[in-house]
């Protein structure tokens, strides 16, 4: 028997009012968060292999102060802290890293005070926070990559900061499509070498299902299909460091649903900016356009956008061991094992002896686009 | 603005500005890289034999037109030898099925290739007219791509012949990457990319020597080389999902023209990478024809209109389309639509 009088009760507990609505739920958000972490915490649960006093594998969880790496972070933590308080075995230690958002958005978004709140909210963790341009630092061998990889017109003047030559090199390539692809593959490789050198095994990312929809349909069409199967599947990188998305089952909606119920987080997130409304279509990124087809059609046709990631997710990982891979993005070189099709031959003579892949020559300074 | 000379020859004047690479051609180094193009796709892929007999599908759209004008020549600059002919389906659409078969049959005498003409009542039954009459104009694409996709085949068989090939272009081909990823749909995902599909019971080849071959270039090519073709092709239209996959494929070939080929490349790769139990290819229990389902579409279609039951027959989903639905022929329309307004 409740002993409260509710208007609406929670049809979970019984014991509150709802809330929120979920999947068609109402629940309470207490219920809710419950349900959202339980979500993420199956995908995590081949880390809880081991006791209490068996060894514990060691995560890197990238947060980039938006909504669906905050919430992550937020659900590992809370589960974290349970389990310590129960006595039951937690299986995995995470660290934190920050790659500072002013040095990646062309914006300067000021996030500072995100940062202290997040070292003030989660002060029980290791976070590390550094630059975009610290890549030169933890991957000294991307400066003759970058060099051989753009080409002529750009010219590498080592004198300068490192900042400075990072956005040199960032700056001679053309196009919002090819400047985005780019950003993405040196941001991953940065916080590869982060977690080899500090000792994780494994990198969680924050991808909620909506952005993992958006990604592997962005890859289809920028020619990297090989390797969606890290990219969108939890699996094995070229790097030895696996790679997770525990958010795969939760919508980026019930993400936000989740922060706006979570008071430690209100100081930490740095809201998405809103999505330009008078942008011409040429004038978008291929990742951008991604978004918003994700945004507009998982509206008409909820179901078929959670296809595109799970679809991904299906897919073997490519038995292709000891086959050249791109020096820049580590993806196959050439054709997977079992393609038999002519796009590379027979479409893009640069692409002979290169060290870079088929994706990655798309995205080439001097290619038309 | 002056003249700019071709890309290629570095003498001509440049008329043409390849959709694929923005390269800046003549009339003559366009047409030539064109077939030059599909015939390094052809002996790249081993597509052919020495005396095969091969059937061109022709609709007498511009993808098939293409297509048999461009083996033609092929055919003879390289001596592939094979023995071609025109294979046509008459889906019985009153008013524009007839212009398009008059196309077909001037093409037989221009490219002098024995033709013939199969009819979806000899096949199945129904003319498309008598199938609009029972479900209505919706969801008609749905009928017409599915039996037509059949029809091929039977026609072939019943010639005697081992190979059908199609006009389906690169556009055909991602939007169809791109469906089939939306769907989830792994088995088709690693079929659908290949150069050759088919091998069923009934052991006719299927091929599409055009798939590497954008859509605008094929206009360029019809254009150029004043093809004779019929330019109105499905005159229903297409279901709405699908729609917007195509209308994704155009946007993306505004923002970077190469995704096309892009898509078809990432295909390819994800088909040799999906797993082996998810490729087993079932046959219909009724007719015998390649199949997901115990019954096939043509088959689940047929019984639809059979049973006279017109509005569970068109409650067709987005998992119950022809697996390479060729929409040029729907973009075409969409396009002279347009400039009819
Ligand atoms: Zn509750
Ligand atoms: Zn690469
Ligand atoms: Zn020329
Ligand atoms: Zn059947």
């Known amino acids: 028997m409740p002993a409260k009088e509710l208007n609406k009760p929670c049809m979970e ?43 514990k594998t060691q995560l890197l969880l990238p947060v980039s102060l938006g909504v669906s790496s905050s919430v992550l972070l937020h659900i590992l933590n809370t589960d974290r802290q349970h389990r310590l308080d129960n006595g039951r075995p937690v299986g995995y230690d995470f660290k934190i890293l920050v790659i500072e958002p002013s040095t990646v958005a062309a914006t300067g978004i000021p996030f500072d005070q995100n940062y202290e709140a997040l070292q003030k909210n989660f002060p029980m963790h290791t976070i590390s926070r550094i630059p975009f341009h ?33 956005a040199a090199f960032r700056a001679s390539i053309s196009t919002p499509t090819s400047r985005t692809d780019v950003d993405t593959v040196l941001l991953t490789r940065l916080i590869v070498e982060f977690a080899k050198k500090s000792g994780c095994e494994s990198i969680i990312w924050g991808d909620s299902d909506s952005r993992l929809a958006a990604k592997a349909l962005a890859g289809v069409a920028k020619g990297r299909g090989s390797s969606l199967t890290w990219q969108v599947s939890d699996g094995m990188s070229p790097w030895g460091v696996r790679f997770e998305y525990p ?123 | 603005m002056a003249p700019t000379a071709c890309f290629n020859c570095k003498e001509a004047r440049a008329v043409i500005i390849r959709p694929k690479n923005r390269h800046k051609l003549c009339r003559a180094c366009f047409i030539k890289i064109f077939e030059t193009e599909v015939h390094e796709t052809i002996i790249g892929t081993n597509l052919f034999f020495p005396g095969e007999r091969v059937a061109i599908g022709a609709s007498g759209g511009k993808d098939s037109t293409v297509l048999a004008a461009v083996l033609k020549t092929l055919n003879e600059r390289y001596d592939y030898g094979l023995d071609l002919c025109l294979l046509s389906i008459d889906e019985g659409i009153r008013g524009y099925r007839d212009d398009s078969l008059e196309t077909v049959k001037r093409n037989a005498v221009q490219y002098d290739m024995p033709l013939d003409i199969l009819g979806y009542s000899e096949l199945y039954g129904w003319t498309m007219d008598q199938v609009v009459e029972q479900v209505g104009k919706k969801g008609n694409c749905t009928y017409c791509g599915v039996f037509r ?16 090939v199609t006009g389906h272009n690169a556009d055909d081909v991602a939007e169809t990457v791109m469906m089939n990823l939306l769907r989830g749909d ?51 239209s297409p279901e709405a ?85 060729s929409s040029t022929l729907m973009r075409q329309m969409e396009r002279a639509q347009l400039s009819a307004t």
């Open chain 1, 13 to 55: 507990c019984k014991d509150a009012e709802f809330e929120l609505t979920v999947r068609k739920r109402q629940l309470c958000s207490l219920c809710f968060k419950r349900f959202i972490a339980h979500k993420v915490q199956s995908r995590l649960s081949v880390y809880r292999a081991f006791g209490l006093d068996g060894p």
């Open chain 1, 134 to 166: 610290s890549i030169f630092d933890y991957a000294p061998e991307m400066v003759g990559i970058m060099k051989e990889y753009a080409g002529s017109k750009f010219i590498d003047d080592s004198t300068r900061s490192n900042e400075e030559r990072l």
């Open chain 1, 247 to 369: 958010l795969r089952d939760l919508y980026k909606a019930e993400l936000l649903q989740y922060e706006s119920v979570c008071a430690e987080l209100s100081d930490v997130v740095i809201p998405d900016q809103p999505p330009s409304e008078n942008v011409l279509t040429k004038n978008l990124s291929i990742d951008e356009l991604m978004l918003r087809y994700v945004q507009n059609q998982g509206a008409k046709y909820p179901g078929v956008m959670a296809n595109v990631a799970r679809t991904a997710n299906k897919l073997n990982p490519s038995a292709s061991d000891g086959a050249p891979t791109c020096a820049l993005c580590a993806s196959l070189l050439g054709n997977v094992k079992g393609n038999s099709g002519v796009t590379v031959a027979n479409q893009a003579e640069d692409n002979h002896s290169s060290q870079f892949c088929y994706g990655c020559m798309r995205s080439r300074p001097d290619e038309l686009c």
């Open chain 2, 149 to 164: 996709r059949q029809a091929l085949d039977r026609g072939a068989a019943r010639l005697g012949i081992r190979h059908v």
């Open chain 2, 186 to 236: 792994l088995p088709r995902l690693s079929r659908g990319t290949s150069i050759v599909t088919g091998s069923d019971a009934s052991d006719i080849k299927r091929s599409k020597p055009l798939k590497y071959a954008y859509e605008k270039e094929i206009v360029l090519y019809a254009h150029h080389r004043q093809l004779d073709y019929f330019t109105t092709e499905c005159i229903y």
């Open chain 2, 241 to 325: 999902f699908r729609g917007s996959a195509r209308t994704l494929i155009k946007d993306l070939e505004k923002i970077r023209p190469s995704s096309i080929l892009d898509i078809v490349k990432s295909g390819e790769d994800m088909a040799a990478l999906v797993p082996v139990e998810a490729q087993t290819i079932k046959h219909c229990e009724r007719c015998n024809y390649i199949s997901s389902q115990r019954i096939c579409k043509a088959c689940t279609l047929l019984d639809g209109l059979n049973r006279n039951r017109p509005k569970t027959a068109i409650e067709v989903g987005v998992g119950m389309e022809d697996e390479e639905s």
